[in-house]
């Protein structure tokens, strides 16, 4: 019986590295695993089994993440986050979740495969999301580690602030409006079509 192979959501994109010509860096990142992770934020028990799978503590204010090694937790809800790890290694992180978690209220499952991280980075990324969304990434709150569930170019998505110098902004949509999202910011992100935050006196 043959194995599955893991096929990007963008593995078509024939221009995908080059991207000279916008006014930002944009990327897919592929290698990255994600479980959908659920419990009572609220039971000591709960996030002590989490920590223990995922040798780190789960974010529990809205709107932040925590990260330690190669592992980043993402708060969607709160009973909600979620977990990215190297893809290799998600599988065997959803076996460690479950077994200490054991009988208590919760949910594991690897999600790899439902979405597509694209990776903007530049002086311009804000001004380029603020083209697609309300939301206004301007703000002194705006900055590495924030977490942020929006509607962007019309479509459910995540954004996740990386990095503050250079920017560097993760945006997570379904895998089915990767090329939708892809060609997208192509478009908005062209030296033509920049604009500035605020206008000249």
Same mark, same amino acid.
């Given at each position: ?93 959803? =076996?460690?979740? &479950? !077994?200490? #978690?054991?009988?208590?209220? *919760? ?5 790899? $495969?439902?979405? /597509?991280? %694209?990776?903007?980075?530049? =002086?311009?990324? &804000? !001004?380029? #999301?603020?083209?697609?969304? *309300? ?5 002194? $709150?705006?900055? /590495?580690? %924030? ?55």
């Amino acid at each position: 019986m043959s194995e599955p192979v893991y096929t990007s959501p963008l593995a078509h994109v024939a221009d995908k590295g080059q991207t000279g010509n916008l006014s930002i860096s944009m990327s897919e990142v592929s290698d990255r695993g994600m479980i959908d992770l659920r419990g009572e934020a609220g039971s000591v028990k709960f996030r002590q089994a989490a920590k223990a799978a995922l040798g780190v503590d789960l974010p529990l204010k809205p709107r932040t993440s925590a990260v330690k090694g190669d592992v980043t937790v993402l708060w969607l809800s709160i009973d909600q986050w979620l977990v990215c790890c190297p893809r290799n290694e998600a599988g065997a992180m959803v =076996d460690k979740l &479950r !077994e200490n #978690l054991g009988a208590l209220h *919760s949910l594991a499952v690897d999600v790899s $495969d439902a979405r /597509a991280i %694209l990776r903007l980075e530049g =002086d311009n990324v &804000r !001004e380029v #999301l603020m083209k697609g969304s *309300s939301v206004d990434f301007t703000l002194p $709150d705006y900055k /590495a580690g %924030l977490v942020r569930r929006l509607v962007f170019a019309e479509i459910a998505a995540l954004a996740h602030i990386v990095a503050d110098k250079p920017c560097t902004i993760d945006i997570y949509v379904f895998r089915s409006y990767a090329d939708y999202t892809w060609k997208w910011i192509q478009a908005t992100a062209k030296p033509a079509a920049t604009i500035g935050l605020f206008a000249s006196n």
